[in-house]
């Protein structure tokens, strides 16, 4: 069997009294996109940090490329590539320049012109750092992870701060980067970049992974089905078996169920029995988003509507 490339069992960081990451699971598989999927101050880059060897762990275990990172072989740094939220570079260098630094460091560097081609920075090799764009900045760090050919890449919110354009040319690049047998985790705020690029992701909460799987999984993990509507400002009743289902936010109404078709039933026959109209009905299937969201913030109800 093909050990996997991070293995991570009841990982636990504390900085003093609070606790960052409280005991987590995951597995990532050679050849893997994973994603680290969570708001400002779940634990991402903790987590991150402690895979690279940078910080200590608590207590768990942890394994990256088969070595433990808490005692930061040789072996396992020249295999790895890490790519932080920001890389302290020379601003006044050229981008072919930078590059041609960093191969100095490895023994066997990937060559310049593939590092600019899978980086999609072939025409900026001759600019200047402090010339570049926010998002052809965030790929030349990218660019500087990837001169040693590493096998496994963190990449720490490749994206955070770039404009859609940008955001996708660095997909591109993500994805080129996994066609090349790349296994990489990375770690962002947004959804839509996990569902892209991640084969599997985890999403993280408070320092606890609630939920974990393919986006398939994920979609099918609660299997609920949203009902949404509006009520009038006159009705201040909603039957106790909706309610019970129902966040009330103003006049809008939302339910999760996982039985749709009694829950519209007993909804519809009570509004044509009081008359009532559900403006803007809808049903849907819970998206990721809703998964997520609901996750990280949790069910604050406003509850307007008293349950008859
Ligand atoms: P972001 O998306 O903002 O980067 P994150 O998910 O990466 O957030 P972390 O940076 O890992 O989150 O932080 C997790 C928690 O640990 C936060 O509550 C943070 O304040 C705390 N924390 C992180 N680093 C330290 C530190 N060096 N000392 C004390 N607390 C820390």
Known sequence: MIEPAIEVRGLKKSYGDSEAVRGIDFVINRGEVFALLGPNGAGKTTIMEILEGYIQRTSGHVSVLGFDPDSSPEDLRSRVGIVLQETGVDPYLKV???????????????????????TGLKEQRD?????????????LDVALGIVGDPELLFLDEPTTGLDP???????????????????????????????????RIALLN????????????????????????ELDDA????????????NVIGNEVKLETTTPISSLAILTSWALNEEIGLRGL?????????????????RETYNRVRPE
């Open 235 to 246: 009705v201040n009743r909603i039957p106790v078996e909706i309610s019970k289902l129902a």
């Open 96 to 118: 072919g320049e930078i590059i041609k630094q960093f191969s100095g460091f490895y023994q066997n560097p990937k060559p310049i012109n593939d590092i600019l081609d899978v």
């Open 206 to 229: 408070s320092g606890i992974i609630e939920a974990e799987g393919t986006l398939g999984e994920l979609r099918a993990y609660k299997n609920a089905t949203i009902i949404k509507f």
């Open 165 to 199: 354009y940008a955001r996708r040319n660095t997909w591109n690049m993500i994805a080129s980067l996994k066609e090349l047998g790349k296994t990489i985790l990375l770690t962002t705020h947004y959804m839509d970049e996990a569902e892209v690029l991640a084969d």
């Open 127 to 139: 600019t200047r750092i402090r010339r570049l764009s926010g998002g052809q900045r965030r790929r």
């Open 282 to 298: 809808s049903v849907q299937q819970q998206s990721l988003d809703e998964i997520f969201i609901e996750l990280v913030e949790g």
